[in-house]
């Protein structure tokens, strides 16, 4: 990898032998990577979000079959696909919303259909291709969004949509990479309640790579958009519907409305693989909730206790809210069915 093309942090590797994660649970304090082995293992590892971000879910899901093709297949067994084929319904229960999940996991049954008698060589093949395609498929998108931002001064994103949630360099995060290496440009994250995407992640990978970054509470976002010094907001998603509407991180929703109301522009940026065709709008998207421990302070978690908690991490922000959804294969501005139909001929 040359210098200009090197990633400053990766969420994943694959070591030749097992598939290396960083726990994102512990970044910042610690950096700490593990070796996984099996196709369980990297459920495991999605369903509490070591690895997170939706592209990084579908690369790491699709590394997950590869160790369950090394495992059962090697085995001789005459029912290896049988096994496998457990194992990626296993993968495909550790987290609903983003869609790149069941698109890899898709992509790796087709390969091992194609493949019967050479399924590892195959299947590993098809996972690195995976990853390699989403880290091209981030560097085109960044050029392209960095091409319609113009002459904006300050952007705001929310969660971490960066190199960290995908196969390298990000979506969210590629704009702003890109963004930044012409000129300056000021940066500002949300902090991303109640999991702290943007306070322990964004705002840390953007420092690796020298990129000042300015944190603010989700709470402050209306005022900030009001003292005119954010013309973008810009954000990942983790599906968007046929006709553009967008599945991303609780909040993002919060940020359209208020762009809107402030005239503030409103981006999303995501791979193709985030775009599932199948369904008309953003109402049938599954929205994931997580543990109310994940949200509830520690004293109000006894289980008779009168305090709840209502933990949805998704939102989904219609398309008439968004300015233009960028991928790697073109924009569609002032997105609608039409729009999105014409990206997918193109
Ligand atoms: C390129 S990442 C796009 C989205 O996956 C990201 O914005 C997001 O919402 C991630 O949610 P998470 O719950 O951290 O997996």
Redesign the pocket.
């Known amino acids: 990898m040359t210098k200009q093309n090197r990633l400053s942090v990766e969420a994943l590797k694959w070591t030749g032998n097992a598939l290396q994660i960083l726990d ?1 649970r512990k970044v910042p304090e610690r950096i700490v990577y593990q070796d996984f082995d099996t196709a369980e293992e990297v459920s495991r590892a999605i369903a509490s ?1 070591r690895v ?6 579908g690369i790491a899901a699709a590394y997950g079959v590869v160790l369950s093709v090394r495992r059962h297949a090697g085995e001789n067994a005459a029912d290896w696909r049988a096994k496998v084929d457990a194992d990626i319904d296993g993968l495909a229960k550790s ?1 609903p ?2 869609v ?1 999940l069941f698109w890899a996991l898709d992509r790796m049954k087709k390969t091992l259909d194609a493949h019967p008698d050479t399924p590892l060589a195959a299947v590993l093949a098809e996972a690195e291709k995976i990853h390699a395609d989403d880290i091209a498929a981030n560097r085109a998108m960044g050029e392209r969004g960095a091409d319609l931002i113009g002459s904006a001064k300050g952007v705001l994103t ?5 190199a960290l ?2 196969g390298g360099y ?4 590629s704009v702003i990479r890109s963004l930044y290496s012409r000129r300056p440009v000021q940066v500002y994250a949300g902090e ?1 309640r109640p ?1 702290l ?1 943007g306070a322990r ?1 964004t705002v840390w990978e953007l420092s690796q790579d020298g990129i000042p970054a300015t944190l603010i509470a989700d709470s402050a976002a209306a005022w900030l958009m009001r003292s005119g010094a954010v013309d973008w907001v810009i ?4 599906r968007i519907a046929a006709n553009g509407d967008a ?3 609780i909040g ?1 929703y919060a940020l359209a409305v208020l762009a809107r109301q402030h005239g503030v522009k409103f981006m999303v ?2 791979p193709t693989s ?1 775009i599932d065709w199948t369904i008309a709008d953003g109402s049938r998207i599954e929205i ?1 909730e997580r543990d109310p421990a994940e949200l509830l302070p520690a004293c109000y978690r006894e289980q008779d206790s009168l305090v709840q908690a209502w933990n949805p ?2 939102d989904v922000t219609p398309s008439e809210l968004i300015d233009a959804i960028v991928t790697e294969t073109g924009v569609v501005p002032n997105p609608s069915a039409d729009g999105m139909a014409r990206l997918r001929m193109s």
Do not use: S
Not at 158 to 162: L, M
Not at 170 to 173: D, F, V
């Open positions: 994102q979000m997170r971000g939706a592209p990084a879910i987290r919303t983003a790149n929310h969660c971490n949509a960066g949630a995908t990000g979506t969210a995060l991303t999991w995407q992640l954000v990942g998603a983790d599945a991303n991180k993002t940026v995501a985030t994931e991490v998704f």
